[in-house]
């Protein structure tokens, strides 16, 4: 018998890991435990299966017990939680349904515990109107909560992915939702301007949204369950879904002598390996490095969770594959829109002091001239020396693609240059001559050498008018349907011809609908001896900040 593995866990990280395994190393013994009966299930496609989506509920099972034991001759033993690990002994002591408690020992361990939903110690907590999404389990008892005929509210608390996405499935179902999210704007990988762009469309589609407000305590009755906010709101309704973040599953961990970071993550190395001998730990329950800044993080995201399953079974294999961080690539449907978001945020960058530069773009899915084409809008955040640091995008098409070709340029440490220089696909129906990430490439390294200068809406909040001239270069329809105060309007075509009604002394800055109007002004105002700013992505980038 060759090496004996034991594997914590299954879902994304435990699995992939376990599969691997077997693919390298035929005569391993690997035995993997789950606390429950599912050991591979599309935990992120839960929502949609409440919500309707997905109607075929084993859909959801990615890999069974028997299929593993079938095709990778792996010991599955389900309703087994492990409680802790004796790493002098190597052994792991077991509470199995089946076995009572034992212990199993090993050659290697891969610790792949996940993390669990948030439960604060609030009054009310233990409804049993009060659920969490994390498992199988959790997912048939919301199902049939919200299938009751005498279900016809829910109240979200928590405005990160599974909130929105819980908040959007409950209403599709036809349920009056209220979400609550503490801070002043829901999902926190997105900046304020981008993430308000989603506040509307959930409003738009009957959401209600309570922000800046949380829960102080919950009150049951017997027909409906209240929901107290700090503000003095009261909320009465049907059901609660808690989605208000994810702590590390590792408490079983701590008296093990490993090392646990301040939040109780798993610390391990490039190689995934923890301070303990021969234990590795992988997914949502591991410090990761941020790739973009270097710094200590923990990213709950199933891909890179998959991505260490497998580099920790490279090395028990003896490979040598190194995890180089996170990213935090993650994208979300909310109704008819889609919002994807790759690298560092604008707050990140601020927080730690990281020189970076903001443009914004909104140009159209694809070819204008194709019917169905739709704007999107792109934010792209790069340094000084022209680094891409992160991207967000919104959009009702071709978003998903346009995030994964700049993730891909962040993953390769790439600049606003190879924007402009990547070879995208282009056919009217997919996209433009000029993909929109060529576009954002163009914007960027034009601020870069010179060639535009850009303010943000934040410039306009305090601008002194006696130093600077406000001028929108649309049309005069456009301007008179809305514009921003205090601005004179000299459309783009006219602007020739209309230099004398600027005041050389002052600086000018000009705006158009989403930019490109503007940089063609603001070239020729620069060639004609005027310091001259544009706004970036124009008109419709200041109203999103309204």
């Known amino acids: 018998m060759g090496k004996k593995i034991l594997i914590v866990g299954g879902v994304a990280g435990g699995a992939s890991a376990a599969a691997r395994l077997r693919r390298l190393d035929e005569d391993a013994q690997i035995i993997m435990f789950e606390r429950d009966a599912y050991i591979s299930f599309a935990n992120c496609g839960l929502p949609y299966y409440i919500g309707g989506s997905i109607v075929d509920r084993s859909k959801l099972l990615v890999q069974t017990p028997e299929a593993m034991y079938a095709r990778y001759n792996i010991d599955v033993r389900t309703f087994s939680e492990v409680i802790s690990i004796d790493p002098a002994k190597k052994t792991v002591q077991v509470q199995s349904k089946d076995r009572g408690t034992y212990d199993e020992s090993y050659d290697y361990v891969i610790l792949s515990p996940g993390a669990k939903p948030i439960r604060p110690a609030l ?68 900046d304020t301007e981008m993430a308000g762009v989603l506040t509307k469309e959930l409003e738009k589609n009957g959401v209600k949204l309570v922000l800046a407000d949380s829960v102080k305590a919950f009150e049951d009755s017997e027909s409906h369950i209240e929901v107290s906010l700090s503000s003095g709101m009261v909320v009465a309704t049907d059901i609660v879904i808690l989605a208000i973040g994810v702590t590390p599953d590792t408490a079983f961990l701590r008296s093990s002598g490993l090392e646990l970071g301040p939040r109780g993550h798993v610390i391990v190395n490039e190689k995934l390996e923890t301070n303990l001998e021969q234990v590795y730990a992988v997914g949502d329950a591991i410090e990761v490095v941020d790739y973009v800044n270097g710094q200590k993080t923990a990213i709950p995201l199933a891909g890179p969770a998959n991505k260490q399953g497998r580099i920790a079974a490279d090395n028990i294999c003896g490979l040598g594959t190194t995890y180089k961080g996170t990213q935090g690539t993650s994208i979300i449907k909310v109704f008819g829109i889609t919002a994807a978001a790759t690298g560092n945020n604008e707050r990140t960058l601020k927080r730690l002091n990281i020189p970076y530069h903001a443009i914004y773009v909104h140009p159209i899915s694809h070819a204008g001239y194709y019917p169905g084409a739709n704007p999107m809008s792109i934010k792209l955040l790069f340094h000084e020396n022209g680094t891409v640091l992160g991207a967000q995008i919104v959009g009702a098409d071709g978003v998903d693609k346009r995030i994964d070709d700049i993730a891909t340029v962040i993953h390769f440490k790439g600049t606003v240059t190879d924007l402009t220089e990547l070879e995208l696909a282009y056919a009217p129906p997919y996209s433009s001559a000029k993909d929109p990430v060529n576009m954002a490439g163009y914007a960027a390294e034009n601020v870069l050498m010179g060639r535009s200068e850009v303010i943000v809406p934040s410039d306009l909040v305090n601008y002194n008018p006696s130093e600077v001239q406000l001028v929108d270069v649309r049309s005069e329809i456009e301007h008179n349907n809305g514009h921003i105060p205090r601005s004179m309007l000299i459309p783009v075509d006219e602007m020739r011809g209309s230099l004398d009604e600027l005041d050389p002394l002052k600086e000018v800055w000009v705006y158009c609908q989403v930019g490109l109007r503007g940089y063609t002004a603001s070239q020729i105002l620069r060639q004609k001896g005027f310091k001259v700013r544009n706004l970036s992505g124009g008109y419709k980038t200041y109203l999103m900040f309204q």
Request: proline fraction near 4%; avoid cysteine; charge should be negative.
């Open 123 to 190: 009054p009310g907590i233990t409804s049993d109107k009060i659920h969490v999404l994390r498992n199988i389990h959790d997912t048939d008892r919301i199902k049939l909560h919200v299938s009751d005929a005498g279900t016809r509210s829910a109240v979200v608390i928590g405005g990160g992915f599974i909130g929105v996405e819980m908040a959007e499935n409950l209403r599709e179902l036809g349920l009056d939702v209220t979400l609550v999210e503490a801070a002043p704007q829901i999902l926190a990988p997105f």
